[in-house]
């Protein structure tokens, strides 16, 4: 077998072995609309997203926390929840959602500064798990 056929056999056995140890440390993240390991709490999100590289494709975050913010430019809403690393969830509906209610997040993520990111697209509901409290 020629060594460049050799060497691209070798490179794309290892893609999934790489994308899994990405998401070995960090439960939270997901594939694109895969099922997250675990949903994160506020306190866990930056030591689970320090240092996770800017990819080409998309890498999805699931969340639980209270609501700080619910806003609309009239087309969009903007959810936000976490105080250290600010999330916000860019949505179509805020389902009645209100400051203060605990909420479910899951979706697209990307990080903007040291303290904050945007979920877009984002899917949010008030069924917060207990284990995420």
Same mark, same amino acid.
């Given at each position: 077998?020629?060594?460049?056929?050799? $060497? +691209?056999?070798?490179?794309?056995?290892? #893609?999934?072995?790489?994308? !899994?140890?990405?998401?070995?440390?960090? =439960?939270?993240? &997901?594939?694109?609309?895969? =099922? +997250?390991?675990?949903?994160?709490?506020?306190?866990?999100?930056? %030591?689970? %997203?320090?240092?996770?590289?800017?990819? *080409? *494709?998309?890498? !999805?975050? &699931?969340? $639980?926390? @209270? #609501? /700080?913010?619910?806003?609309? @430019?009239? %087309? #969009?809403?903007?959810?936000?929840?976490? @105080?250290?690393?600010?999330?916000?969830?860019? /949505?179509?509906? &805020?389902?009645?959602?209100? /400051?203060?209610?605990?909420?479910?997040?899951?979706?697209?993520?990307?990080?903007?500064? !040291?303290?904050? %990111?945007?979920? @877009?697209?984002?899917? $949010? &509901?008030?069924?917060?798990?207990?284990?995420?409290?």
């Amino acid at each position: 077998m020629p060594r460049a056929t050799c $060497a +691209a056999l070798i490179l794309f056995a290892t #893609l999934p072995a790489a994308a !899994d140890d990405l998401f070995a440390t960090r =439960p939270a993240f &997901s594939a694109p609309d895969q =099922p +997250a390991k675990h949903v994160a709490r506020c306190t866990e999100i930056r %030591a689970m %997203a320090e240092g996770l590289p800017v990819r *080409e *494709e998309r890498i !999805d975050l &699931s969340v $639980a926390g @209270d #609501l /700080t913010l619910v806003k609309t @430019d009239g %087309a #969009l809403w903007y959810l936000v929840i976490c @105080d250290d690393l600010r999330i916000m969830c860019v /949505t179509y509906d &805020s389902n009645d959602m209100k /400051t203060g209610e605990r909420v479910l997040m899951k979706g697209g993520y990307r990080r903007l500064d !040291d303290r904050h %990111a945007v979920l @877009d697209p984002c899917l $949010a &509901s008030r069924d917060a798990p207990e284990r995420a409290r």
